[in-house]
C-alpha cells in the first residue's frame, strides 16, 4: 500500500475514534477515594440504619458496598435515602443505590443496573394464625382484610395494581410496619421473599405464604449511572470474581441463612 493510499484510509478511520476517553464515574471515584451508596437504612436484612443517631448501617447489602469499595480502593460513604426519593438522591447525590432495589423498568428509564445478584419476588407475610385463611392471594384479596404497604416503591406499586376489593392502608415506616399485623392492626403485607423470611425469623408470630411460589418475579441488583460502560463493567466484575471465590454466599449465608449464587 503506497502512502496516498494509507493516507485515504486513515483519513476515513480517525474521524470516527474518539479524541479521548468518556469520563466515567469509575474514575471521579477512585480519584475522590470514596464511593457514595444511596441506600434507605429500612429494608432488613439489605440495609438499616440503627436509631441511636449514630449513623451506622448494617445489612447484607452494606457489607456488600464495603467489599465494592474495599476492591476500589476507597471508602464507602452511606447517604441515606427513602423509597420516594430513592432516585433522585441517586442521581444527585451518589455513584450508586444498593439496599434491596430491584429491577424495574421505570427505575431503567433514568438508571442502569449491575447484572442481577438475587431471584426474589413479591408475597404476602401474615400472623401464623391466619395463614390457612391467607393461603393464597385470591383469599387475601377479599372485602374485610386489612392490606398495608409502605410507601414510594415496587411493594405500593404491586398493591396498588392488585388489590380489589381488600382495604389498603399506606404505613410511611417500613421498619414498625411488620409489628402493624403482629399487634393485629393489620392483617397482611405483601413484600418480597426474602424479607418475609427475615421478617418471620425476627417475628415467630409471622409466616410468610408460598415464599417459594412469589406472586411476581423480581430481581435484585444495583442502580449504576446510566451510559456509564466502565463503571458497570466494574462493577459486574466485581460481582463475578465474589460469587465464584464464596464472598458473596459468605455475605449471603449471615444474613439470609443458607443459599446465594
Request: include cysteine.
Amino acid at each position: 500500500m503506497n502512502k496516498t493510499i494509507l493516507a485515504i484510509a486513515l483519513a476515513a478511520v480517525l474521524p470516527a475514534l474518539p479524541a479521548h476517553a468518556e469520563a466515567s464515574r469509575l474514575d471521579d471515584v477512585i480519584k475522590s477515594g470514596k464511593l457514595r451508596v444511596c441506600t434507605t437504612g429500612d429494608y432488613k436484612p439489605f440495609t438499616y440504619l440503627a436509631a441511636d443517631g449514630s449513623n451506622n448501617f448494617e445489612g447484607m447489602d452494606i457489607d456488600m458496598a464495603r467489599s465494592l469499595a474495599k476492591a476500589l480502593g476507597v471508602e464507602a460513604v452511606f447517604v441515606k435515602s427513602s423509597w420516594p426519593t430513592l432516585m433522585n438522591d441517586f442521581l444527585e447525590k451518589c455513584d450508586i443505590a444498593m439496599g434491596g432495589v430491584s429491577i424495574t423498568l421505570e427505575r431503567q428509564k433514568k438508571a442502569a443496573f449491575s447484572q442481577s445478584h438475587m431471584v426474589d419476588g413479591k408475597s404476602p407475610i401474615v400472623r401464623c394464625a391466619d395463614a390457612q385463611k391467607f393461603s393464597s392471594f385470591e383469599a387475601i384479596d377479599q372485602p374485610g382484610t386489612r392490606a398495608i404497604v409502605n410507601p414510594g416503591g415496587t411493594n405500593e406499586r404491586f398493591a396498588r395494581a392488585n388489590y380489589k376489593r381488600a382495604t389498603l392502608t399506606v404505613h410511611p415506616d417500613n421498619v414498625t410496619i411488620f409489628e402493624k399485623i403482629v399487634r393485629g392492626e393489620a392483617d397482611v403485607m405483601v413484600t418480597d421473599a426474602s424479607e418475609t423470611r427475615w421478617q418471620a425469623k425476627q417475628h415467630p408470630e409471622l409466616c410468610p405464604v408460598n415464599p417459594d411460589k412469589p406472586l411476581q418475579y423480581a430481581e435484585k441488583a444495583y442502580m449504576l449511572p446510566r451510559g456509564d460502560v466502565p463503571m458497570k463493567a466494574f462493577v459486574d466484575a466485581w460481582l463475578n470474581l465474589i460469587e465464584h471465590n464464596g464472598e458473596y454466599q459468605d455475605v449471603f449465608g449471615k444474613w439470609l441463612g443458607k443459599g446465594g449464587k
